[in-house]
Every structure is written in structure tokens, then in C-alpha cells.
């Protein structure tokens, strides 16, 4: 409280002092309702010690996935979003095994180590990849980490001992494991198989886009059979074409003469099957007499190179 201007200098000193002691229970009072103003500052208030509490409950709940993910497909961005919606807030880490763990309890990848971490990284669901990720999973990993759960199919995986034992065995016993789902029809093996079992085609197509056969690991022989058929394809197709516009013009001649639509149509596709069989008996032949000649002038090349061998000798 601001003090008044000396002007009590006149009054009895009696006065003076109860003035005084007047003006310090108003400061006392001032000074009281001022601490209680600032109390909730000096000491927690109720609402305060619920604060860690909310705290607990907005705190992100860290869940780990970890696999090869080759040829990243559909399926493992599945069971990322799986994993991402286990918990109403999750911070999802992805776990990568690297080249040399992977070729040596898995085999080889199509994909190098830094395409498979690159490859994750681009999904939505991932929050943090974690690189060289091992293949057993470790309470001293799960530690480092500060991970809550490992999120994974059901399906038991062979340790590294080589033994029938789980991967995730100590996930499970400690209560830290979720299951997601597999996504049936896709995964990197059925993609690979997809693309041998159409080797042929996808070998002709990347020869007509520029690819050598070194490029390729063709032997000399196979690229020329596939450069045949290639051509061979070609010319089926082109004979195709033309059948259905002879077709349509025969239709175009059978209105104009008048004729039969229906016994116009029968003549036509006879003659161009009798025409087609034809040409495919010819091509065959061709194909066949290519093929011979080719393994022929191969032999002749094998033969001299064995007859300068010995003469060396």
C-alpha cells in the first residue's frame, strides 16, 4: 500500500502510531491477498497431479515390425497400416535386416539392402526405419529402442541357430507380441515366380527396348531363338490384322452384290483359316530351319575350336 504524505506531523503521537499501525494491517492485508494471487505457482494444484496421467495416456505407444521387404508389395504395406492402427496413437518403427544377414538365412535378394530401406521409407504408415535390424530380436534391442510391442504374422520363423525355434519366442513370452494379418495371393516369391514362369517374354521384351544379352545373362543361341520368335510374334500379329480387315470388306462386298450375309461369312473364315494354316505350317518350317543353321554354324565354331586346341598341342 502506498503511504500517504507526511501531514500527520501535527497529530499526537498517540495518533500517529494507531495511524501507522492502521496503515500496516492494510499492508499486511495487501500483501496476503497478493500471495494468495500467486499460490497456485509455489504448489501443485489437484488438476496438476492428473497432468502425468493425460500425459501417459497421449504418450505415442511404440510398436516395431521388422522383416526383408524385397520387391516391396502391397501385402507388406498391409501389415505396416496393420501395426500403425494397433494402437490409437502408435509410433511405428520398421526394422530392415541387411545384405549379409539376409542372403545368409534367407537367400538372395532381387533388391539391395539400400533400395529395401529406401523403399520403406516412402510408405505412409512408417514413421522410422531402422537399419541393420537383427534377426532375433533381444530384450537389449527391445531396450534401446524403448519398444512397447513387435507387431508380426503368426507364423513361427526359424531362428539363426538353424534350429525350429520362433524369432519372436521371447516377444511372446514377455507379452509384448501382436499379431497382424498376411495378405493372401501376393508376395515376393509369387512375384518372382511370376516372372520366370513368363522368362521368355519379358527376355524378348527388354532385347526390343535395347538391352544387350550380356545385360541379360543370354547365351548367344537363346537370343537368337527369341529374336526369331519375336519376329514370328510380330508377323502373327500383323496377320491378324489383316484378317479382320478382310473381313470387314468381304461383309462390305457380300451387301453390295446382294449376296447371302451368312454364306458370305462362311467362305470368308475358311479361306483365311486354310490361309492361316498355312502360313503357321510355313512359319514352323522356318523357325525350324533358322533354329538348325544356327546350331549348325555354333558346332562349326565348337569343332575349329577344338582342332586349334590340339594342333597348340
Known amino acids: ?35 494468495v494471487e500467486f499460490e497456485p505457482h509455489s504448489s501443485p494444484s489437484p488438476v496438476a497431479d492428473t497432468e ?43 526394422g530392415c535386416c541387411n545384405d549379409e544377414v539376409t542372403h545368409k538365412y534367407k537367400g538372395k535378394t532381387v533388391m539391395t539392402e539400400a533400395e ?22 533381444t530384450e537389449e534391442f527391445l531396450d534401446k529402442h524403448k519398444i512397447d510391442y513387435v507387431a508380426h504374422d503368426s507364423l513361427p520363423y526359424a531362428d539363426a541357430s538353424g534350429a525350429s525355434n520362433d524369432v519372436y519366442q521371447f516377444v511372446k513370452a514377455v507379452g509384448k507380441f501382436k499379431e497382424t494379418q498376411r495378405t493372401e495371393g501376393v508376395s515376393t516369391s509369387d512375384i518372382i515366380m511370376r516372372i520366370l514362369k513368363d522368362y521368355n517374354q ?31 510374334t510380330k508377323l ?13 470388306k468381304l461383309h462390305t462386298v457380300a451387301k453390295t452384290a446382294g449376296m447371302h450375309h451368312g454364306e458370305w461369312v462362311e467362305n470368308a473364315d475358311r479361306w483365311v483359316a486354310g490361309f492361316l494354316e498355312k502360313f503357321e505350317e510355313g512359319c514352323h518350317i522356318m523357325e525350324t530351319a533358322i533354329k538348325d543353321r544356327i546350331q549348325e554354324g555354333l558346332k562349326r565354331q565348337q569343332s575349329k575350336a577344338t582342332e586349334n586346341l590340339l594342333l597348340d598341342e
Open 1 to 35: 500500500m502506498t503511504r500517504l504524505p507526511r501531514k500527520r506531523q501535527g497529530l499526537p503521537k498517540d495518533d500517529d502510531l494507531a495511524a501507522d499501525d492502521a496503515g500496516d494491517s492494510v499492508a499486511t492485508e495487501n500483501c496476503s491477498s497478493s500471495s
Open 52 to 94: 502425468p496421467d493425460s500425459e501417459a495416456k497421449d504418450k505415442p505407444v511404440r510398436v516395431y515390425a521388422d522383416g526383408i521387404y524385397d520387391l516391396f508389395h502391397f501385402g507388406h504395406a498391409r501389415s505396416l497400416e496393420q501395426a500403425k492402427k494397433l494402437f490409437p496413437n502408435t509410433y511405428l518403427l520398421v
Open 116 to 137: 529395401r530401406y529406401e523403399s520403406l521409407r516412402h510408405c505412409r504408415w512408417v514413421d522410422e526405419v531402422i537399419p541393420d535390424a537383427p534377426w532375433v530380436i
Open 202 to 232: 519379358y527376355i524378348m521384351r527388354n532385347l526390343a527396348r535395347g538391352y544387350s544379352r550380356e545385360d541379360l545373362g543370354v547365351s548367344y543361341v537363346k537370343e537368337k531363338q527369341l529374336r526369331v520368335n519375336m519376329g514370328i
Open 236 to 248: 502373327r500379329e500383323k496377320v491378324k490384322e489383316q484378317q479382320e480387315k478382310v473381313g470387314q
